[in-house]
């Protein structure tokens, strides 16, 4: 059955207005799956904020120390909390998590699967830091450091900045691509063998049950534990999903936060003669 939503295909918005290069072009798949995610964020931030006015539970007691980690986040970074900064860190990191996690839906490819979505986080980071920048020193005091040590490593200075974008962007963007590559290989590895994958399905949780139900093996310790075994190797595939997909995902959120973070604080890193001033 084909899933005609699901397909990639790309959408030209602007293409009557004469703009119809690949840079006004929109994935089709990248924008669905950007709003799933920003739609399921929007669900468990109600959730949240539901949980810690009225409920006590294991969500309230995790969105405590999660909040309780980026308060400490940026009072270790800038010496005293910030809301602004926290504001936007914790969206960086919450919105790049569930486009990470989106993935391990059936038929989903991640958003930041796309180099698009990751060269937008990316940008957005070094655009705030530059602003936040502004507002603490001043135009002139900001970019006047841009000139340092000598006015003529200006463009030099100004291309290590932009970098900063890019490097962000083609971390997340490769490490997601790379589990993904990686998950794929094996889903074609075992789909070379699906006949013997689906009996071999059917004998091991048939025995697991039945040794379950009635208690036997147990005097055998060595089947039993063969059958463990082959209990296991049949949760391979979710094993690297769940890897892939959750654990990895978290990772690159988190890094992609504090180096957004680490490029924040040192753009808005005063000085001591601006302490002095």
Same mark, same amino acid.
């Given at each position: 059955?084909?899933?005609?939503?699901?397909?990639?295909?790309?959408?030209?918005?602007?293409?009557?207005?004469?703009?119809?290069?690949?840079?006004?072009?929109l994935?089709?798949?990248?924008?669905?799956?950007?709003?799933?995610?920003m739609?399921?964020?929007?669900?468990?931030?109600?959730a949240?904020?539901?949980?810690?006015?009225?409920?006590?539970?294991?969500?309230?007691f995790?969105?405590?120390?999660?909040?309780?980690?980026?308060v400490?986040?940026?009072?270790?970074?800038?010496?005293?909390?910030?809301?602004?900064?926290?504001?936007?860190?914790?969206?960086?990191?919450?919105?790049?998590?569930?486009?990470?996690?989106?993935?391990l839906?059936?038929?989903?490819?991640?958003?930041?699967?796309?180099?698009?979505?990751?060269?937008?986080?990316?940008?957005?980071s070094?655009?705030?830091?530059?602003?936040?920048?502004i #507002? *603490?020193?001043?135009?002139?005091?900001? /970019?006047?450091? =841009?000139? %340092?040590? $000598? +006015?003529? &490593? !200006?463009?030099?200075?100004?291309?290590?900045?932009s970098?900063?974008?890019?490097?962000?962007?083609?971390?997340?963007?490769?490490?997601?691509?790379?589990?993904?590559?990686?998950?794929?290989?094996?889903?074609?590895?075992?789909?070379?063998?699906?006949?013997?994958?689906?009996?071999?399905?059917?004998?091991?949780?048939?025995?697991?049950?039945?040794?379950?139900?009635?208690?036997?093996?147990?005097?055998?310790?060595?089947?039993?534990?063969?059958? #463990? *075994?082959?209990?296991?190797l049949?949760? /391979?595939?979710? =094993?690297? %999903?769940? $890897? +892939?997909? &959750? !654990?990895?995902?978290i990772?690159?959120?988190?890094?992609?936060?504090?180096l957004?973070?680490?490029?924040?604080?040192?753009?808005?890193?005063?000085t001591?003669?601006?302490?002095?001033?």
């Open positions: 059955m084909n899933i005609h939503i699901f397909e990639s295909e790309v959408w030209r918005p602007f293409a009557w207005f004469g703009f119809t290069s690949s840079f006004w072009e994935y089709s798949v990248t924008l669905l799956t950007t709003w799933l995610a739609f399921l964020l929007f669900l468990f931030i109600l949240v904020r539901w949980y810690l006015q009225y409920g006590v539970g294991r969500l309230t995790i969105a405590r120390k999660l909040i309780e980690a980026f400490g986040l940026i009072e270790e970074s800038f010496g005293t909390f910030k809301y602004r900064y926290f504001s936007f860190i914790a969206s960086l990191f919450l919105f790049t998590l569930f486009c990470n996690l989106v993935g839906l059936p038929f989903i490819i991640e958003p930041t699967h796309n180099l698009n979505t990751t060269l937008a986080l990316g940008v957005t070094f655009l705030y830091s530059q602003i936040q920048g #507002k *603490v020193h001043g135009f002139v005091g900001h /970019f006047k450091e =841009y000139f %340092q040590p $000598f +006015f003529l &490593l !200006f463009p030099l200075n100004i291309v290590g900045e970098v900063k974008a890019v490097s962000m962007s083609f971390r997340l963007f490769g490490n997601i691509l790379g589990g993904s590559i990686i998950l794929t290989m094996v889903i074609e590895a075992i789909g070379n063998f699906k006949e013997f994958f689906v009996l071999y399905t059917i004998v091991v949780l048939g025995m697991s049950y039945f040794v379950s139900k009635f208690g036997l093996l147990r005097r055998f310790v060595l089947a039993e534990k063969l059958l #463990k *075994v082959a209990t296991v049949l949760l /391979f595939l979710p =094993y690297v %999903q769940m $890897f +892939f997909g &959750l !654990f990895e995902g990772v690159q959120a988190f890094v992609i936060t504090i957004s973070l680490t490029y924040l604080s040192m753009a808005t890193q005063v001591h003669e601006e302490e002095v001033h």
